[in-house]
């Protein structure tokens, strides 16, 4: 079975630079796995324009 097949469900945690700190999987089943990554070699990072919502022209925008 492809690995990717089995994965319901991907979590990243990021520190307000955008560092991913932690990541939770949910498989296929409802497993969790959850995963904390300390003392990386290389600095896992979220681009800013992932984390920029994008809608469709007609989209109502409702603030909390």
Do not use: K
Request: proline share 9%.
């Amino acid at each position: 079975r492809d690995p990717g097949s089995q994965i319901d469900r991907l979590w990243l945690e990021a520190n307000h630079d955008g560092a991913i700190t932690r990541v939770m999987v949910v498989d296929w089943r409802g497993a969790t796995h959850r995963i904390v990554l300390e003392g990386t070699t290389y600095p896992a990072r979220i681009p800013a324009f992932a984390l920029t919502p994008t809608f469709p022209a007609d989209a109502v925008i409702v603030e909390p």
